[in-house]
């Protein structure tokens, strides 16, 4: 009888070791932090095989006491691509204003091209030269408020390559 007692209460604090952990964190940063802010958080499933630089939640400066954001790289300092989510009620980074290349579709949802650069007149030629971004926002869903994401490049990379990474992008929490 002893040794049955024993092992439940072995077996019961692993149960409730596993449940500690979970409520800690699920091991997946974007899933942890869908969990703090009101507006959907997406997940890349194609990061062009560059390596994740950082993953940083950072308080919304611009609005206070309003959800923070996510502020994502990946590849390197000279040659990368940053991923901004926050919510599109209160973009929090705030606007870049580069030169706009017009529109393009990701996921169904129409967003807006820009290239990085000083003349007024780049052509999309000049993408990976310049560097750029893609812009749009999300629609609500029943649980969630819009997001707005910004998805920036530098040091070469193409259009198409930004445009492959940002319909990658999937809400999380969503198959």
Not at 81 to 98: M, Q
Not at 110 to 118: H, L
């Amino acid at each position: 009888m002893k040794k049955v007692l024993a092992l439940s209460l072995v077996a019961l604090s692993l149960i409730s070791s596993a449940h500690i952990s979970q409520a800690m964190g699920s091991g997946n940063k974007y899933s942890d932090l869908q969990t703090g802010v009101t507006y959907g958080i997406y997940q890349p499933s194609n990061t062009l095989g560059l390596p994740v630089l950082n993953f940083e939640v950072r308080p919304c400066r611009l609005f206070p006491k309003k959800d923070m954001y996510l502020l994502a790289g990946f590849g390197g300092m000279d040659r990368g691509i940053a991923l901004v989510e926050t919510a599109a009620a209160f973009n929090c980074t705030g606007v870049d204003n580069p030169v706009s290349l017009g529109t393009t579709m990701i996921n169904g949802i129409k967003a807006q091209v820009g290239i990085y650069c000083s003349s007024k007149s780049c052509p999309a030629s000049k993408f990976s030269q310049y560097g750029g971004e893609i812009t749009w926002t999300t629609p609500t869903t029943k649980t969630l408020a819009a997001t707005y994401i910004r998805l920036g490049t530098q040091g070469g990379f193409t259009l198409k390559q930004l445009t492959a990474f940002a319909t990658g992008l999937k809400l999380v929490g969503k198959k």
